[in-house]
Every structure is written in C-alpha cells, then in structure tokens.
C-alpha cells in the first residue's frame, strides 16, 4: 500500500540568529499516522513541530530556508491562520485561556466564523468526546478551565485544537508535567484520534514514543539521525548513537 | 531579644512612620478643605449658576463644564492612547523608527501643563480656527493625556502572558483577533487605571484650558461644541485671586466639589477594576 504523504520537508534549516538549530532536514510524514520524534534537549524537536505550523516566525530572530510542503502545497503559499486551522499544536504545559471549559472550545470555532449557539455546541461535546473529556465535564462546562487538574487541561487543549478540525496534529511534549495515568488517559485518547488524524508527536520520554509511534525519528543536535519503523527503531537501531541514546548511555 | 531582631523591629517601626508621613498630608488637606467649605456646601451650591458677580449662588456651570471636558478628553484620548498601546506593543517591530515613538511618549508625559496649553492654543485655537471652545480644550487636554495612558496600556499589554497570543494564533485566529479576544479583555483592568489617573489629572489642570476653553464668567451651560464653558479648576483661580470680596468658604466648597469629583471617578475605577480582577485566575 502506498501511503500518502501529508508533509514533506526538503533541505530544511531553521536559525536563532546565527545558530543552526535544525539542518538539512528531509523527511515525509504520511496521513493518519503516530510519528514520533526522539532525542535530547536542544536537538532541534520543538522547532522542527513549530515550523510545521509557522510559529517559530513570532520569535523575531528565527530565520529557515529549504521547503515544507502540507498536502503538496509549499508553506509559504498558504496563509498563517488556514494552516494553523489545519495544524493544530498542543503544548508542553496545559495552555488554557482564563475563561470557561466551554468558551475555551468555542473560541476556536468562533474565530473562524461560526456563530450559530447550537452549531457551536455540539462542537464543544464532539471535541470533549473526542478528547475522552466528556463525561468527566460535562456537568460543569461553565466553570473555569483553570481549575481543571494538569491532565484534564491538556485533554481539554486537545479538544480545544479538535474543535477547529484540524489535518494534523502536533504534540509538543505534551504529557512531560503528567503524572502516568493522565499520560495513559491522553495516550489512549491519541489511538482513538489515529482514524482521522495525522499525529505528530515530540517527546523526551523514549518510552512513549515506542508505545505509540508508528514510525519515530532521532533528532541530535539539529540532525535527523535516524528514521524507522518504530519497531525497528527500537529493536536494531541502525546508528550507534541511537542505539546510546534510547538505551539512555546520554541525554 | 537578639539585637538582629531588636534591629528589625526598629527598621519596620520607621518604615511604618515614614508611610504614615504620606498619609498625613492628604488627610490635612482633605480635613481643611472640608472643615473651610463646610458652610457653603449646599444643594443650591451644586445646581445653580453664580450670582452678584460670582460673590452668591452655586457653581453648576462649572461643574458641567469640568465633566463635559473630562467625557471629551476621554473620547479622543482614550481610543487613540489605547490603539497606538497595542499597535506598539502587538504590531510595531523594535527598530529606530518605533523606538523614536517610545522615547517620544516618555517624553510627551514630561512637558510642563503651560506648555500644552500654548499648543493647544496656537494649534487647536488659531491655526485650526475651532476657536475658545470645548473642542480645543479636549484636545488639548487627551494630547496631555495621552502619554500616561498610552504607557498604561503597553505595560497592560505586556502583563498579559505570551502564552493567550500562541494559543489563539495556534488556533488559526488572525493577529487582530488575537488581540481583540486574547489580549485586551486581560488588559482592560491595567488600561481603566491609566487611563482614570490621567483623566484625574485632566479634570484638575487649570494651564491647558485657560486660553484653549475656559470662560471667566459664563452662566449658563454649553449649547455646542463651539462654546466656551467655565470649568471647576479655573473658576477656583478666578474666584481665589481675581475678584476682591469673595468669602473664602466659596472658594473652599469649590476645592470640595473638585475634589469629590476626582474622587467619584476613583470610586468607579476601582469598582470596576475589582469585578476585572475577579475574574483572573492565572
């Protein structure tokens, strides 16, 4: 079966300044997969996610050149807030708005020029749903979102990115400040989304990345090292620094 | 006791007497003025117009012309203030051309009150031709407030977290959207303060609208936006220093008005500030 490719980067290079943070990267990324990026601190993986979506460009001191292309078209031909429509981020902290659980999931929708209340509202339930939230908030939709606990906020951050319907999804570590069974709460929440989205997940915890990736990468030092199968990946890395790192010799 | 606590103790004991220094003054001024206007203050004092060469009668005038100033300061310097806040804080990139306009700002706040008000008059009064009149004194009182509400904003703006403007953009909202729904509902507490206390010190200042607005004597109320008025902080020089024979609780009671006024305006800044603050959480 050939697999069809959602995004594709060619000779990417992303800058701070006058530091390289990623370099030369190519690799593809096909639909309804769990790709999962490994590697060290400074390795290059949140910039990697963050240019897949045009973020990095609010740092004002970020730089790239080389080509990404979503869905054939190249980046730079699609506006900022349609590809940010179609890929959603979840970050590494919950990042939930002050205000309440349903006005979070709203916001979204409401952005992009839906206005009718009942149209609204069966989004918000969809998305909780979706989000394997639902039946825990349903009963308190006005209360604050920042009351919620660490893992419900980041499911209700993914419900809030479902609620726009997105292609994409990228994970920025999201689960590092989760205790394991919110991480396996949001990790089960992920299979179910695996149907209708593509899921790309950044994370430190080599462990997670082999529970639920399908193919994985290993970024060092701004370098694609390594790109498999997961299984493969995990079982006979091919490079011995790949081998070092998810045996934990570094980083 | 050790001496190390001996001294501690000592240190906030001065520290608390310092503080109550600051607090003396304003508690004599207002015990003063209260205590000298206490036989003027009436309700025909507040609602008729002055009489026998302003020696009887009240101050209505006045005092509709004080809020009429303060509302029209309020329509050009608000909006202004607070679009050019978000344009430099949300939208400006740091470069010479920007970093001219902040120096500019800090610098506008410095300018003696005189000074605007000669500006104002040859700017507003001569060269635009709009004359003595409500519309040059407002204008040149939001141009004086425009610096303390401007900094107001963009240190509001720049409180609320960088986190609200990524997770809004990060939903595919548009900059102006994210601004509009994720930042300024969260600056709005920051904003109402600066802009109170500027509008305070407006309501106040009697330079800016002597030759700009201000009438000696004129009682009967503003019909457009054409006509002088009299105002609170210049009609307590007039009566204080230019007519002879006028009873100093007059003069007084005027002080109390002034100062209640400035003190309501507080009242509701802070009012609304606390339903604000409510409602953050983070």
């Known amino acids: 079966m050939v697999k069809e490719t959602v995004i594709k980067t060619v000779n990417l290079n992303c800058r701070y300044g006058a530091l390289q943070v990623l370099k030369d990267l190519n690799l593809e990324i096909h639909r309804n997969e769990i790709f999962g990026i490994i590697g060290p601190a400074n390795s290059g993986k949140t910039t990697f996610l963050r240019a897949l979506n045009r973020l990095n460009f609010l740092n004002a001191s970020y730089s ?8 054939d078209k190249n980046l730079k031909n699609i506006c900022d807030n349609i590809l940010r429509k179609r890929i959603g981020i979840i970050f590494a902290l919950p990042q939930v708005l002050p205000v309440s659980i349903y006005n979070n999931i709203a916001y979204g929708p409401k ?44 499911r209700l951050c993914i419900a809030r990115t479902l609620a726009v319907e997105p292609d994409v999804i990228l994970y920025d570590e999201h689960c590092s400040g989760l205790d394991p069974i919110s991480t396996a709460k949001i ?27 399908e193919r994985c990468a290993f970024f060092l030092m701004g370098e694609l090292i390594e790109l498999d199968e997961t299984a493969a990946l995990f079982t006979e890395p091919k490079d011995k620094r790949t081998d070092d790192y998810i045996t934990g010799r570094f980083g | 006791m050790t001496t190390a606590r001996m001294r501690e103790k000592i240190a906030f004991f001065v520290l608390g007497l310092i503080t109550l220094l600051v607090v003396i003054p304003i508690l004599m001024i207002i015990f003063y003025i209260v205590k000298n206007s206490i036989g003027s203050i009436s309700w025909e004092f507040i609602t008729q117009s002055p009489r026998n060469g302003m020696k009887e009668g009240g101050i209505f005038p006045a005092i509709v012309g004080t809020i009429v100033l303060i509302i029209g300061t309020m329509l050009f310097s608000l909006p202004l203030g607070v679009l050019s806040a978000v344009y430099l804080v949300e939208y400006a990139r740091d470069n010479f051309f920007t970093r001219l306009i902040k ?14 008000g000669l500006f104002g008059f040859t700017l507003f009064v001569l060269f635009l031709k709009l004359g003595t009149s409500i519309l040059a004194g407002s204008l040149t009182l939001a141009i004086m407030s425009l610096p303390v509400i401007i900094t107001a904003t963009k240190e509001a703006l720049e409180s609320v977290p960088l986190s609200f403007r990524e997770i809004s953009l990060s939903l595919g909202a548009t900059k102006w959207q994210t601004v509009r729904y994720c930042v300024l509902p969260y600056a709005i507490p920051g904003i ?27 009682p009967r109320l503003p019909r457009s936006l054409f006509d002088q008025v ?53």
């Open chain 2, 103 to 116: 120096l500019s700002v800090v610098n506008l706040s410095g300018i003696p009150s005189i000074v605007y």
């Open chain 2, 192 to 218: 109402l303060t600066g802009t109170v206390l500027s509008l305070s010190r407006a309501a106040g200042e009697t330079a800016p609208i002597l030759f700009t607005v201000a009438a000696f004597y004129l």
């Open chain 1, 111 to 154: 952005v992009h020029g839906i206005a009718k209340k009942d149209a609204i509202e069966q989004i918000v339930e969809e998305s909780l749903k979706k989000a394997s939230l639902w039946d825990e908030v349903k009963d308190r939709l006005d209360s604050p979102a920042m009351k919620l606990s660490g893992g419900q906020q980041q």
């Open chain 1, 64 to 71: 790239q050149d080389g080509e990404i292309f979503f869905a």
């Open chain 2, 230 to 282: 009299m105002a609170l902080p210049y009609h307590l020089y007039v009566i204080s220093t230019q007519v002879p024979n006028i009873p100093v609780s007059i003069s007084f009671a005027t002080c109390f008005v002034l100062i209640g006024l400035v003190f309501l305006m507080n009242l509701v800044s802070i009012i609304l500030r606390s339903h604000y603050r409510k409602k953050k959480l983070w």
């Open chain 1, 187 to 213: 990790e089960d929440a992920m299979q179910q989304l695996k149907e209708t989205y593509t899921q790309i997940l950044v994370t430190n915890n080599t462990k997670q990345a082999a529970r639920v990736s």
